[in-house]
């Protein structure tokens, strides 16, 4: 029996299509800038959110009207498969990304939760061989349990660090097993309340020791996926340590952890005080540049509200540097949540086809803005004076404060500045949205 036997499989019915229930803009085999849209995007429903986000908060109980829900058994739990699956068919949707304990019920022990995850990860392979659909990455859940109160790796329970590495162990057979693209380490209880409490050089010790021990055991086991990192700066924890990408990146450098790289949320880069675009910039031109966790929050709310990102100036400003840096190892999961006033099944479809459009339109303006050369030509007249004279001079290498000085003393000032006209690029960009 279907889970949705109202809705369609989504095609794509162009711009002019006034049905909400079809794509107007993803158009899967469309090839924009050489490359199919379907492997720029690598869409990917997060499991954890779509399957089993209840729409509960501090102030109310669940409110998502789920009529194939039947409580947390291994039964239900494979069950829930072939929804997620009848759910990703009729969307188009190539891949999914989960936590283990989304997957199958946490038993009393280790033991029996890995069991549990077992019967279901058949069902998975089952569904993925009879549909195509791929998994984009798997995690661990290391901060649902009162055992992970202090965190996992960075716990000062050493006990709690040893279950988070059976946890993660058993997760990267089962993400090897499955075919998975990567491995995404999200920090979880990673992180303080209080310093009054905390060593955190032996907490960052112990995270740096746990992540080398998940890439020997990845290359013992022959799992050759890309391992990610998910920065976010705070939440459930004050201050997370992994807080944006530049701290991620000191960390993995300064632990030797060079293989890794990020996999950016829009809704941490926000709450780190950043933009989205600025986290993808960043890793990028540091070579960190991974996968994206899509969404979007609230301007007047300050926490991670998972929302499903619509706005297509931001959809246009992650394609415009993600072009720019080649693309990306992962994908696009999204990593957002139906309000819980929207509590019917129908509104999964709705969210997930406006965040797919909203991306492949963001990816069809970017490429004409970079087709066109705008912004490109313009950044490059602005840092000219980098390219002859002086400027190249000093790129390679050839002066010292002496003589430059000296160059000063001669010259006298500088040459003339001219205008940055960033009003004049915000108008630009309007021309093509
Ligand atoms: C939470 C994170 C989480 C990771 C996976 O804020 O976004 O959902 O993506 O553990
Ligand atoms: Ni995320
Ligand atoms: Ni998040």
Redesign the pocket.
């Known amino acids: 029996m279907p889970a949705f036997p109202d809705v369609p499989k989504i095609a794509f019915e162009g711009p002019k299509s006034k049905n909400p229930l079809a794509f107007r803009y993803y158009n899967p085999d469309e090839v924009v800038e050489g490359k199919a849209m379907r492997d720029h995007f690598r869409f990917s429903v ?1 499991y ?2 779509a399957f089993r986000g209840t729409g509960s908060d501090p102030f109310g109980s669940a409110t998502m009207l789920r009529p194939w829900e039947r409580g947390d058994t291994v039964d239900n739990a494979i069950n829930r498969v072939h929804v997620a699956f009848e759910f990703m068919e009729k969307m188009g949707l190539e891949f999914y ?1 989960f ?1 283990d304990r989304d997957m199958a019920p946490e038993g009393k022990t280790l033991a029996e939760s890995n069991k549990n995850l077992d019967e279901v990860v058949k069902a998975l392979k089952e569904e993925q061989q009879r549909t195509g659909i791929k998994l984009l990455w798997g ?1 661990a ?1 290391l ?1 649902s349990n009162p055992r992970y109160v202090h965190g996992a790796a960075t716990s000062c329970n050493a006990d709690a660090f040893a279950f988070a590495a059976g946890q993660v162990k058993k997760m990267l057979e089962v993400t090897k097993e499955l075919g998975g693209r990567g491995y ?3 920090g ?1 209880r990673e992180g303080y309340q209080n310093l009054y409490n905390t060593d955190m050089k032996r907490e960052l010790d112990h995270l740096g020791r746990f992540l080398h021990m998940a890439v020997d055991y990845a290359k013992k086991i022959g799992f050759s996926g890309q391992f990610f990192i ?1 920065p ?1 700066p705070k ?1 459930p924890t004050k201050h997370q340590y992994d807080s944006d990408a530049a701290a991620c990146i000191n960390f993995l450098r300064a632990y030797g952890l060079n293989t890794f790289k990020l ?1 950016l ?1 829009t ?2 880069a926000t709450l780190a005080g950043h933009t989205i675009q600025h986290e993808i910039e960043y890793a990028g031109h540091q070579g960190f540049l991974g996968s994206i ?1 899509a ?1 979007t929050g609230d301007l007047l709310l300050g926490w ?1 509200t ?1 929302q499903f990102p619509t706005d297509i100036y931001l959809t246009t400003q992650c394609m415009l540097s993600i072009l720019k840096y080649g693309g990306l190892a992962g994908g696009i ?1 999204f ?1 957002a949540k139906v309000r819980r006033e929207s509590f019917e099944p129908v509104d999964l479809f709705y969210a997930h086809i406006g965040g797919m459009d909203a991306f492949a339109r963001g990816l069809k303006i970017a490429a004409a803005i970079r087709a066109d050369g705008v912004l490109d030509k313009f950044v490059r007249g602005r840092y000219a004076s980098w390219d002859s004279g002086i400027g190249k001079e000093i790129d390679d290498g050839k002066h010292t404060f002496e003589t430059l000085s000296e160059h000063m003393l001669k010259k006298g000032d500088v040459t003339p500045n001219t205008s940055g006209r960033q009003e004049y690029l915000e108008h630009l960009i309007n021309m093509y949205v």
Do not use: I, L, Y
């Open positions: 997060a954890w959110h990304c936590h995690t859940n901060f995404v380490f999200w979880g998910e976010k939440e996999n949320e809704n941490h966790d969404n991670d998972d999961n990593d």
